[in-house]
Each structure stands twice: as structure tokens, then as C-alpha cells.
């Protein structure tokens, strides 16, 4: 049977950060419901509350078109290895401008002024259900490694080049939301 919490306790936090993998779900009020897999390594638990990551360059933006929209966001991880579990962070998220002050300032505070290549943006769930349950039927995984495909195409685009894959890829949703994502501040 799943739990509800109404915070990340101290043993979630941990779970979180031993998992290599999450999923993060968004949906506007209408189209279609976007769920992308993220990398562990770019998300910070700030306090019991709040959720940040890093988010990367990719094909589509539909998580921030999302947000603009409704702000419900959910994220799950699930534990690949060691005893079953699924937990989920239930929440309202927001992007976090790529040239904001908060992003400097999250960038330097929580990810100790190293920025992955590709990252476009953050995006912040602020908590308000914590929900695990069993996770019996999830199969065992075995982690070999990262994948360093982004990180190179990123570094061979350069910031420029990035900005102008944003402008042609990343600036609306598949069903046509604007994603913000060269709006300044």
C-alpha cells in the first residue's frame, strides 16, 4: 500500500539521491502529457519542500510550455536496485530563466557554480505531497554508465550555437505552447 507524506522525510531524501535515474510528468489543460527521464546528478533536494534541477538541452521543451500553463508537475523515481520502491514528489513547478539572478544564484548556492554543457534552464517543484509505494513490480537494472552524447554535442555547439538550436527546437511545446525560454527577465 502507498504512504503519503506531506514533506521529503530524511530516509526520501536519501532514496532520491541514491537513485541514478527520475521521471518528470507535466501536463497543460489540454494536448498531450509529457513524461522525460532525467539524470539524478542534476537534481538538488534544497530543503524538505523543494526540488531543483538542471535541465538540459533537448529535442523538445515541453515540461516548461507546461508549467507556463499549469504548474503540476510530478516527479517519480524508482529504485532499479537494492529493496523495491517508487516514490513521487507531487507539486507545482516553475522553469527558472537560464539568465535570471535566481538561476546564478541556485547555480552557485546548490550546484557549486558548475553547470552542466547544455543546461537551458532550471525547473523547481515546490512539494506538497510525497507518495511511496511498493515497487514490487519495477526490475532490478544495472547501471554501466553515463551517457556523454549530450555533454559533447552541447560543448561543440557553444553557447551560441545553443541559443539559436533553442530558437529553431525549443521555444513551443508539440501541441504549440511557448516554452519562455529566450524571454528575458
Not at 13 to 23: A, K, S
Not at 51 to 62: K, Q, R
Not at 130 to 136: D, E, K, L, P, R
Not at 161 to 174: D, F, M, P, V
Request: a negative charge.
Amino acid at each position: 500500500m502507498g504512504k503519503r507524506f506531506e514533506r521529503i522525510e530524511p530516509a526520501h531524501r536519501e532514496f532520491i539521491l541514491t537513485q541514478r535515474v527520475f521521471f518528470n510528468a507535466s501536463a497543460a489543460l489540454e494536448g498531450r502529457v509529457n513524461v522525460s527521464p532525467r539524470d539524478v546528478a542534476s537534481l538538488r533536494v534544497l530543503d524538505e519542500y523543494r526540488v531543483v534541477y538542471l535541465d538540459l538541452t533537448g529535442s523538445g521543451n515541453e515540461t516548461a510550455a507546461h508549467l507556463r500553463v499549469s504548474p503540476r508537475l510530478t516527479l517519480m523515481f524508482c529504485a532499479f536496485t537494492g529493496a523495491p520502491m517508487v516514490l513521487r514528489l507531487y507539486g507545482h513547478g516553475r522553469t527558472i530563466a537560464h539568465h535570471s539572478r535566481e538561476y546564478a544564484e541556485l547555480l552557485a548556492s546548490a550546484f557549486g557554480g558548475s553547470e552542466t554543457p547544455g543546461a537551458r534552464q532550471m525547473v523547481m517543484l515546490d512539494v506538497e505531497m510525497v507518495q511511496t509505494s511498493c515497487g514490487y513490480n519495477v526490475p532490478f537494472f544495472d547501471y554501466t554508465g553515463e551517457r556523454e552524447t549530450l555533454r559533447r554535442w552541447a560543448e561543440n555547439k557553444g553557447q551560441d550555437g545553443l541559443k539559436q538550436y533553442w530558437r529553431e527546437k525549443n521555444t513551443a511545446s508539440i501541441d504549440g505552447f511557448p516554452t519562455g525560454i529566450l524571454e528575458e527577465d
